[in-house]
């Protein structure tokens, strides 16, 4: 196995509570020049399509002030310290949705972005039960129930264009738990 390439220096910057830079000089070969590579740390977080008792999947419209626009997105968060990221999938889920996971799959954990981030991303699919509570309540937090038909009506247009989560979404219909000939948007003429 081969020597190369080699991390020359590391450095942290604290950016935030919940981000930091990683700043990186790499040597890809003997006599190279380091270059320096900046990449994001966060926190895991998960991603979860769930189906409840009536077939819908729950979605979430929310700002997003990166984008500077609302985003419709599967419900999700970041996994807290000392927490699962599958407890973390049943507390979001409750949080934002009110629905509890009567059943949780997990569907693998993968890299949002090889390339400027160091976290992962647990996708699930729950199973739902009945709705015992209200989603928790935050200012410009919108929940909306959707067939596999209608998600892909929001998705073919870009109004659901969040990636990481449409690969979620693909995820469970690769593990059996979604059938994605549901997903079939109307056709156009």
């Not at 077939?55 to 985003?71: C, D, H, M, N, S």
């Not at 990636?163 to 979620?168: A, K």
């Amino acid at each position: 196995m081969s020597n190369w390439p080699k991390i020359k220096s590391r450095r942290t910057i604290d950016v935030s509570p919940w981000m930091k830079v990683i700043e990186r000089e790499v040597e890809f070969a003997a006599g190279d020049q380091p270059e320096l590579y900046h990449a994001v740390a966060q926190q895991d977080y998960i991603a979860i399509v769930a189906v409840t008792p009536g077939g819908k999947i729950p979605i979430v419209r929310q700002y997003r002030p990166a984008l500077e626009r609302f985003t419709w997105e599967l419900p999700a968060g970041l996994v807290d310290k000392d927490e699962t990221a599958a407890d973390c999938c049943r507390r979001e889920l409750m949080e934002e949705t009110g629905f509890p996971a009567k059943t949780v799959h997990a569907l693998g954990s993968y890299a949002p972005c090889t390339a400027r981030l160091s976290n992962h991303i647990h996708s699930f699919f729950v199973e739902t039960g009945p709705r015992t509570a209200a989603p928790k309540t935050e200012a410009g937090i919108e929940l909306k129930l959707v067939t596999p038909h209608e998600l892909a009506a929001l998705i073919l247009p870009g109004e659901f264009d969040l990636q990481l989560h449409i690969g979620v979404i693909l995820l469970a219909g690769m593990r059996g738990h979604l059938d994605l000939g549901a997903f079939q948007a109307p056709k156009t003429i």
